[in-house]
């Protein structure tokens, strides 16, 4: 209820009480806008938890989850333009160029599933560069989460994480360790660390990512939202979805 030029209205049903009498009248039905598609931007260090919340947001919205390493092997494996060029520069090792990531990622965004179902970026835009080009294609997200880390606590994930070769599943030594059962010994012995998840190579990659990320959370700083990514996961998830739906 409220009060408007000195009457008490009710927003919760209207009658047109010329037409029909009150004994014929009908709540109207309660108009309901249709919901809108989200635009998202997932960003934060390696080893920020952004994977699990990326799979948390895609099961609860329906996006489209994207990942530009996804979306290289996927041009790789079509054979399309792009994917030839990324791929001399891949098996070069050489780093792939801003303009072919941010023609990857405007193509992607144009295709169907995108336009009907909404898009979930996962760690990109990386650099000032990239952002700013985004941006001029008119690809503005609603939303740019942040999960903020301490560097010390990102180096302990990262050094501690072995994958399965076998079934492609994520462990952590400390945090997530493989399921007590008979197979766990199994699990143990197959267990494989990247190379690049030293503490050494790990330091590297968090000075590069500080160096680059102030700008892009600047050109975003109308949609930004800093999420405390140390928290538990179930904490973070309540934290993106309070974030997403006051933004979209």
């Not at 489209?64 to 079509?78: E, K, Q, Y």
């Not at 740019?144 to 030594?173: Q, W």
Request: charged share 30%; net charge negative; hydrophobic share 40%.
């Amino acid at each position: 209820m409220f009060k408007c030029c000195g009457q008490t209205k009710s927003t919760e049903r209207v009658i047109n009480t010329n037409a029909i009498s009150t004994e014929e009248a009908t709540p109207t039905e309660v108009w309901k806008p249709p919901l809108l598609l989200k635009k998202l931007i997932i960003s934060g260090a390696p080893a920020s938890g952004k994977g699990t919340q990326c799979e948390f947001i895609q099961k609860k919205y329906g996006v489209v989850h994207l990942s530009t390493g996804d979306m290289l092997r996927a041009a790789v494996a079509a054979d399309s333009e792009i994917g030839k060029v990324a791929k001399e520069y891949m098996d070069s090792g050489r780093l792939i160029p801003d303009y072919i990531m941010i023609d990857l990622v405007k193509n992607r965004l144009a295709e169907d599933d995108c336009k009907t179902k909404g898009w979930l970026l996962d760690g990109f835009p990386r650099t000032l560069e990239q952002a700013s080009a985004l941006l001029e294609f008119g690809i503005i997200p609603d939303c740019f989460l942040f999960l903020n880390v301490p560097d010390n606590m990102l180096v302990e994930r990262v050094v501690g994480r072995r994958a399965d070769p076998i079934t492609g599943k994520i462990y952590h030594m400390t945090f997530n360790p493989p399921p007590a059962d008979e197979d766990e010994q199994a699990v143990l012995d197959r267990l494989v660390q990247r190379s690049d998840d030293t503490e050494e190579k790990v330091k590297v990659r968090l000075e590069h990512f500080h160096a680059n990320i102030e700008a892009v959370k600047d050109k975003y700083s109308n949609v930004l939202v800093e999420i405390d990514g140390a928290a538990k996961p179930d904490e973070i998830a309540k934290a993106v979805v309070k974030a997403v739906e006051s933004n979209t």
